[in-house]
């Protein structure tokens, strides 16, 4: 497993002292600058420090689980490889999802003996059990009557295997109609106007931690950090935060975190709207909202009735999620309550009944498919607003990393004033869209995004200042600040950075801190993977003077004539061995990973483990043991990015946790 890593001088058993390499770039010291404090941080510098206290930074989401204790207990269930097909074949599941398996003892080591949590985890399995109540009838019967399949786009778009399944066939175990709490009622004649400025920011209800509102922050810039012809698009964006409310003296950090509330694309509420039938005069018409549970349509308020003036069209836009959730049973037993047409009515009570099982796991399973989508191919069905509102995830904040020191960007030459900026990088998520053939279409949060990148550097390009005559704003607020980046990086020992794509994007921050006010800027190592340096690399040439030193940049794509393998982040991660071994026995040294929990975030952990076998004539069981003290001790901290799949769903649900849909 070792036997890739480089031997050299340093390695056991001819130094078994771990010691910093000799041919190590060393970089001039910056001279220690003295601290400053911002315009508004209440006396704390926005120089990192290593002394913050959790205690003084708001945990938003307050969420009632930690997340990266969940997914490392995901990892060790079992992972779904096959489903079967109505002959019993074998063949894969078409998405590449992580699935908790049908066992009990899985689900309850998890989540606990709750029957709400079994339910919910149970409704895609992927294990196969969903076929204990295959439907089998009797084709031959001369009463059969087969149910004829919709013959639209749409339908087509969801590859639904639906089998021989009859007009007549006998369905059990449907799930119930889900209750409606909501309705839609005429406003009081005494309330005053409502004035919706639905395109413009959030309405006041959509809150993230009360009695804060969404801060709608103006751009102050954008641009495009990948070149065209770039796999995955990736903008930077310059966020001016100078009028942020003040919460308690708590102030955004380098490492830190912004949760972004982004709209639903106007052509998507429009689709929905024009597939539900309901006039443009109605749209956007204030109605009262009144609510009999939950927290919707509030980000984490409480769970109480509420009554609210807003329109629909406000609700669709800021408050539904519409296009980034797999379908649910309550949906299609809606839908199906609905439908005028009998077979597709049939077909909608199928895949909400045990007997549908199967087709619906693929269903969960498959691309993400928006809601207008859904009920395009059962067109017969126009279930009510209310009706739908009741059972649609919330449209949740999406998370980005600050990739700037706050502090540093506020000084930045060319800044009027006493501005104050906030930087992140977005990379856009891309779908297949039923619509077309070969057409995409983008994820919520950074199709939101890259939709306001371009209004930006489109007026950019014409002459026009945008900040002024377009005033774009990002509806946002002071997330994560106590992130395990933002809290772990601190003290001036050595550090690896370790990060693949926009993962890189946090480190930058980092980076620029200790260059410009550190004592020990030339330990500083950053290993970053891109498919193509020509066009993925985000951010090159922005660290500094000595940019080359202490970056390696490790290609991906095979592009070059000769090249006979891809080479990945690990790889190099195994080149550095001695670096990597120096620094985690250093003093106060620590690695940083960030990037996917699969592929990147596997990849190196298992190289880590080859460097410490090699390094320190370790055992593999004795390099496991000894990253997970280094992880304990804080000097190993692993960041890790999910994708939404059924079983991370179920996680939203049961605990409002939100990831990034990128």
């Known amino acids: 497993m070792a036997s890739d890593i480089p031997t050299t001088a340093s390695s056991h058993p001819n130094d078994p002292i771990p010691s910093e390499p000799r041919d190590v770039p060393q970089l001039p010291h910056a001279h220690s600058q003295p601290e400053q404090t911002s315009p508004r941080s209440s006396g704390e510098s926005m120089l990192w420090s ?25 990892q060790d269930l079992p992972t779904a490889a096959v489903t079967f097909t109505e002959q019993g074949a074998a063949r894969p599941r078409r998405a590449s999802t992580t699935l908790i398996s049908d066992n009990p003892t899985d689900i309850r080591r998890i989540l606990g003996d709750t029957e709400t949590a079994t339910k919910l985890i149970s409704q895609c399995c992927g294990g196969g059990c969903c076929l204990l109540k295959t439907l ?109 409310p003040d919460e308690g003296g708590v102030d955004f950090k380098v490492g830190g975190a912004i949760g972004i509330c982004p709209p639903n694309s106007t052509e998507i509420v429009d689709e929905l709207f024009d597939v539900l039938c309901i006039p443009k005069f109605v749209r956007d018409k204030p109605v009262t ?22 329109t629909r069209r406000e609700l669709l836009t800021w408050c539904a999620d519409i296009q980034s959730h797999p379908p649910t049973k309550q949906l299609l037993r809606i839908m199906a309550e609905y439908a005028d047409a009998p077979n597709e009515r049939k077909i909608l009570f199928y895949l909400a009944s045990a007997q549908g099982q199967a087709a619906f796991c693929d269903l969960r399973t498959t691309s993400h498919i928006t809601i207008a989508q859904l009920l395009s191919a059962f067109p017969s069905s126009k279930p009510p607003l209310p009706a739908l509102l009741s059972i649609l995830n919330q449209l949740m904040p999406r998370f980005y990393s600050l990739s700037n020191d706050p502090h540093v960007s506020s000084a930045r030459p060319g800044l009027p004033g006493d501005r104050r900026l906030i930087e992140m990088a977005v990379t856009v998520h891309e779908t297949p869209d039923w619509h077309t053939d070969g057409g995409m279409r983008t994820g919520v949060g950074s199709g939101f995004m ?40 601190g003290g ?80 190099e991660v195994k080149v550095q061995a001695d670096i990597v071994w120096f620094v985690v026995n250093a003093l106060d040294g620590r690695i940083f990973v960030c990037g996917s929990s699969k592929g990147m975030g596997e990849g190196v952990e298992s190289a880590l483990v080859s460097v410490a076998m090699q390094k320190g004539n370790l055992s593999e069981a004795e390099a496991n043991e000894f990253w997970a003290k280094k992880k304990e001790d804080g000097q190993y901290i692993a960041v890790r990015v999910l994708h939404l799949s059924p079983v991370f769903t179920c996680l939203l649900v049961l605990g409002n946790l939100v990831m990034s849909f990128i």
């Open 136 to 244: 089998a009838p009797d084709t031959t019967s001369p009463n059969f009557e087969p149910v004829v399949i919709p013959d639209n786009r749409a339908f087509r778009s969801l590859n639904l295997q639906i089998g021989p399944l009859g007009l007549d066939s006998e369905l059990t175990d449907t799930i119930a109609l889900p209750p409606v709490n909501m309705s839609f009622e005429p406003i009081p004649a005494s309330a005053s106007k409502h004035v919706s400025v639905v395109h413009k920011e959030p309405p006041k209800y959509v809150q993230p931690h009360p009695p804060y509102d969404v801060y709608s922050a103006p751009l102050y810039g954008a641009r495009e950090l990948t070149k065209p012809g770039a796999e995955k698009r990736t903008f930077h964006f310059d966020l001016d935060v100078t009028d942020y």
């Open 450 to 489: 890259e939709r306001i990148a371009q209004a930006f550097t489109n007026a950019e390009n014409e002459g026009i200042d945008p900040r002024v005559i377009l005033d774009i704003r990002v509806p946002m607020f002071r997330g994560l600040m106590s992130n395990p980046l933002s809290r772990q990086f």
């Open 50 to 74: 290593g002394h913050s206290s959790d205690s003084d930074v708001p945990l938003t989401p307050n969420t009632e689980f930690q997340l990266d204790e969940v997914v490392d207990k995901l």
């Open 289 to 310: 909202l009144k609510t009999s549970t939950g927290r919707w349509p509030t980000i984490w308020g409480d769970d109480k009735p509420r009554e609210l003036v807003t």
């Open 492 to 571: 001036e020992g050595p550090m690896v950075l370790i990060g693949a794509g926009v993962g890189m994007a946090p480190f930058r921050g980092f980076i620029l801190n200790r260059l410009k006010n550190a004592n020990c800027a030339n330990k500083i190592w950053l290993i970053q993977g891109v498919r193509d340096a020509m066009l993925d690399e985000i951010y090159s040439g922005e660290l500094g003077d000595h940019e080359q030193e202490i970056k390696k940049v490790v290609q991906s794509r095979k592009f070059r004539a000769g090249q006979s393998e891809a080479k990945y982040v690990q790889d």
